[in-house]
């Protein structure tokens, strides 16, 4: 037995959490102040060292710039891949960095990554940890979504090494989670489907339990919708409702923090009453929201799960697994009653709750960690790879070498050839992504293989790619005339941007920002608008009939005040995307009666 | 890539049993992981080769007749399928693209018609590639029998039909999955 103990850690969006297996149980460990859920926020007060957790979130509001919550959000992830609303959510800037990752400015001259905002919670996390246990911690195992790629888990990784700790294992968040669940309670062999809707992601896996085997059979997800979107909507209602305009900073990350708190308390009341106590001066608010209410905002958003869920059940029963039998929620935001209707109309399965959804993770990874150095019963865990990688070939095509869902660790290899006479290199560009089109997948990095000319089809070039079983790659291209190995070194998201590129995309968004921000997102507004109004049009032809007449009017109502601001002389962007919203919100029946429809054939 | 079949112990065959392979492979997985030193990726890889029939008879020629290169071209009888794939997923690509370009509900439930039609198709196509895919498979004892002469001709000329009909196939899943994710 290692007696060196290791700690398995749940590096979330909105909360961390650490834990270990004390007298072979796992437990989630608390800090002096008993609190086991960390919020996963960092702030940098002026002249003094940076605050992690509560103390964090309690300066939010009164230095939102400053503050950083949701990093995980932008983890291995590059500028140029944010979407302008993504750039713009946080009420901290991003900016880009010199070679196209992402960076936050703090102020004009300080800029800190997304690794070192979670190196700072990893390192509270392993304070926490030796205070609980009275010594030395180095070790841990650490949770990402499953839906991570390859850059997001190397982010990962870096940020625990900057908090000093190595990383014994990268374990998926729903496969901690099913180890938590308890492998005693269900029988020898049993299928379970895990639903994770964490703060900033969502994935869902399928896992088979089979003669001492715990394989993911399936796992699909997205990686950009968590509980964090559903307090964004929810502020912005209360906003329009409150009629409060054009919103400052630190009002905007108020008003965030008070949707949160709506949100949670609507999981077990009817109704509540968001109070603003001197939100603009001397003004104070206070406005009441039903969970009637609520749920209409949430359900495009919670609807977005339902085909993922489809799709990962259709992809297990492929595979030959047997019918799930149990459905775990882990994830805050899986407290929500809505969530809960909705996956039992979904697929037809009663959500099990016996699970804490907040520590399922970390307890899971515990066990892992328990595992690995011996304090627990080796279950031999079996996981997939959630994306597909290849190499980009001839004409921009996407060659998979290693398919999705395949069992890790994995290694896989394909010859490759000169296309033309007389070619002296061949560029391997590898990408992770299920796009046909190399350009549509992500690009993880890039080596140019050198070959002595020759005719078409003379040279030979192997390439092997190898996933460990943290889902990290390695690539290996090898000329076989020569022996020669290159090893493709991908630790990066960011991959080489001409510079040029690099300096436009700063212009972009600091230098520019304010004069630009309007017209880019009139932009992006106006392009919504103009899906929005025909889509109105040739549905209320389809199916408007089966609408009452007030919600008829009210659709007709929102699409007249969209066309008015289109119209307009001014480009008014803020009004334009609140009148899209109030459209989009509008037509939600709408657009029920137009699947209903289109089902009856 | 190493003998996929030595890998997991298991005989050089066409016809194995997938129970077989799924004990071989958690027997070897179970020691590998015990020592902490064999290479679980090497069984995981075997695993999925032997279990897919098709990348076992490549591997099974592989190992009994390296020397014979498959043809790779698309053999005549299945021009006719070749001809109906590639505007279905044309038109299925095309669909998801707008699909996914769609920011709102609205523009999303307009499409629900077209995506269940598209499915229907997907569906449609995947049942005519099965059984011809089938009579392939059923001839899998023959190739057997016919190794034992030492005769891979007819086993290779099976692989390149059956190669084009496994990628369709995935093709075809591929977008029935996405159409189902709508």
Same mark, same amino acid.
């Given at each position: 037995m290692n007696d060196e103990i290791i700690i398995g850690i749940d590096l979330g969006t909105t909360h961390s959490l650490v834990g270990v297996v004390d007298s072979g149980f796992p437990i989630v460990l608390a800090n002096e102040k008993g609190e086991r859920l960390?919020?996963?926020?960092?702030?940098?007060?002026?002249?003094?060292?940076?605050?992690?957790?509560?103390?964090?979130?309690?300066?939010?509001?009164?230095?939102?710039?400053?503050?950083?919550?949701?990093?995980?959000?932008?983890?291995?992830?590059?500028? &140029?891949?944010?979407?302008?609303?993504?750039?713009?959510?946080?009420?901290?800037?991003?900016?880009?960095?010199?070679?196209?990752?992402?960076l936050v400015a703090l102020d004009e001259k300080t800029l800190v990554s997304p690794e070192e905002v979670s190196a700072f919670i990893l390192a509270r996390l392993k304070e926490t940890a030796e205070a609980a246990l009275e010594m030395p911690v180095s070790r841990a195992v650490v949770t990402v979504p499953a839906y991570f790629n390859h850059s997001q888990r190397e982010a990962t990784r870096r940020a625990a090494e900057l908090a000093g700790l190595t990383v014994e294992r990268?374990?998926?968040?729903?496969?901690?989670?099913?180890?938590?669940?308890?492998?005693?309670?269900?029988?020898?062999?049993?299928?379970?489907?895990?639903?994770?809707?964490?703060?900033?992601?969502?994935?869902l896996s399928v896992l088979q339990l089979r003669e001492g085997f715990f394989e993911v059979i399936a796992t699909a997800g997205d990686t950009r919708l968590g509980g964090d979107d559903l307090d964004l909507a929810l502020a912005r209602f209360l906003?329009?409702?409150?009629?409060?305009?054009?919103?400052?900073?630190?009002?905007?990350?108020?008003?965030?923090?008070?949707?949160?708190? &709506?949100?949670?308390?609507?999981?077990?009341?009817?109704?509540?009453?968001?109070?603003?106590?001197?939100?603009?001066?001397?003004?104070?608010?206070?406005?009441?929201?039903?969970?009637?209410?609520?749920?209409?905002?949430?359900?495009?958003?919670?609807?977005?799960?339902?085909?993922?869920?489809?799709?990962?059940?259709?992809?297990?029963?492929?595979?030959?697994?047997?019918?799930?039998?149990?459905?775990?929620?882990?994830?805050?935001?899986?407290?929500?009653?809505?969530?809960?209707?909705?996956?039992?109309?979904?697929?037809?399965?009663?959500?099990?709750?016996?699970?804490?959804?907040?520590?399922?993770?970390?307890?899971?990874?515990?066990?892992?960690?328990?595992?690995?150095?011996?304090?627990?019963?080796?279950?031999?865990?079996?996981?997939?790879?959630?994306?597909?990688?290849?190499?980009?070939?001839?004409?921009?095509?996407?060659?998979?070498?290693?398919?999705?869902?395949?069992?890790?660790?994995?290694k896989a290899g394909e010859l490759f050839t000169n296309a033309v006479d007389g070619q002296a290199s061949m560029a391997i560009r590898v990408l992770q992504g299920e796009r046909e089109l190399a350009k549509d997948n992500w690009l993880l990095g890039e080596v140019t293989l050198p070959f002595t000319p020759g005719p078409k089809s003379s040279a030979r070039v192997g390439v092997q790619f190898a996933i460990n079983r943290?889902?990290?790659?390695?690539?290996?291209?090898?000329?076989?005339?020569?022996?020669?190995?290159?090893?493709?070194?991908?630790?990066?998201?960011?991959?080489?941007v001409e510079d040029e590129a690099v300096e436009r995309m700063i212009s972009e968004s600091i230098d520019y920002a304010f004069d630009d921000m309007n017209e880019r997102i009139w932009t992006e507004a106006k392009f919504k608008s103009e899906e929005l109004l025909p889509a109105v049009a040739g549905a209320l032809e389809w199916v408007g009939d089966r609408l009452e007449e007030d919600e008829r009017s009210a659709i007709t109502t929102a699409a007249k005040r969209v066309r008015e601001i289109l119209e307009a002389e001014t480009h008014d962007a803020a009004a334009l995307k609140k009148a899209n919203a109030a459209l989009d919100e509008a037509t939600q029946t709408l657009a029920a009666l137009l699947v209903e429809a289109a089902f009856e054939g | 890539m190493t003998n996929p079949f030595a890998i997991l112990g298991l005989p050089e065959s066409l016809l194995l049993d997938p129970a077989a392979i799924e004990t071989s492979w958690r027997e070897h997985h179970r020691e590998s992981e015990a020592a902490s030193a064999g290479d679980a990726s090497d069984h995981n890889r075997a695993r999925a080769l032997l279990s897919d029939p098709i990348s076992c008879l490549a591997a099974w020629l592989e190992v009994k007749a390296p020397a014979i290169a498959p043809d790779r071209?698309?053999?005549?009888?299945?021009?006719?399928?070749?001809?109906?794939?590639?505007?279905?997923?044309?038109?299925?690509?095309?669909?998801?693209?707008?699909?996914r370009q769609a920011t709102t509900a609205l523009a999303r439930a307009l499409l629900t018609k077209d995506c269940i039609t598209a499915q229907l198709e997907v569906q449609a196509l995947l049942q005519e590639i099965q059984p011809v895919k089938a009579t392939f498979l059923d001839r899998f004892a023959a190739f057997e029998k016919a190794a034992e002469h030492e005769d891979f001709a007819a086993a290779a000329a099976a692989l390149g039909p059956l190669k084009f009909l496994k990628k369709w196939e995935e093709q075809c899943r591929e977008r029935l999955l996405a159409l189902i994710a709508t």
């Open positions: 960390l919020p996963s926020c960092v702030t940098w007060p002026i002249g003094r060292d940076p605050l992690v957790g509560t103390e964090a979130m309690r300066a939010r509001a009164l230095a939102p710039a400053r503050t950083v919550a949701s990093i995980k959000r932008f983890m291995g992830r590059t500028f &140029a891949d944010l979407s302008i609303e993504e750039r713009s959510e946080p009420p901290y800037r991003l900016v880009p960095g010199s070679r196209g990752e992402i990268i374990l998926n968040e729903p496969t901690a989670a099913a180890l938590a669940y308890g492998l005693d309670r269900l029988g020898e062999s049993a299928t379970v489907a895990v639903y994770d809707l964490g703060g900033g992601t969502f994935d906003a329009g409702e409150l009629d409060l305009g054009v919103l400052s900073e630190p009002e905007e990350a108020t008003l965030r923090m008070r949707a949160r708190e &709506a949100k949670e308390a609507l999981s077990s009341e009817e109704r509540v009453v968001v109070r603003l106590p001197f939100f603009r001066g001397e003004s104070s608010y206070e406005v009441e929201i039903t969970r009637e209410r609520f749920e209409k905002l949430a359900l495009p958003l919670i609807e977005r799960t339902g085909p993922i869920c489809r799709r990962a059940f259709a992809e297990a029963a492929e595979k030959g697994a047997a019918a799930v039998e149990k459905l775990i929620l882990v994830g805050g935001s899986t407290r929500i009653p809505l969530v809960r209707t909705k996956l039992k109309e979904w697929l037809g399965l009663e959500p099990d709750l016996s699970q804490h959804p907040d520590e399922a993770v970390a307890l899971g990874a515990a066990i892992q960690a328990g595992m690995l150095c011996g304090r627990v019963r080796q279950i031999l865990l079996v996981d997939v790879t959630p994306l597909s990688l290849g190499i980009e070939t001839f004409g921009g095509l996407m060659n998979v070498i290693i398919p999705r869902n395949s069992t890790i660790p994995v943290d889902g990290i790659l390695e690539v290996l291209a090898r000329d076989t005339a020569t022996g020669e190995d290159h090893v493709l070194e991908i630790r990066d998201a960011a991959v080489d | 071209s698309i053999p005549p009888a299945l021009m006719d399928l070749f001809a109906k794939i590639g505007p279905v997923l044309a038109r299925t690509d095309a669909l998801l693209a707008r699909h």
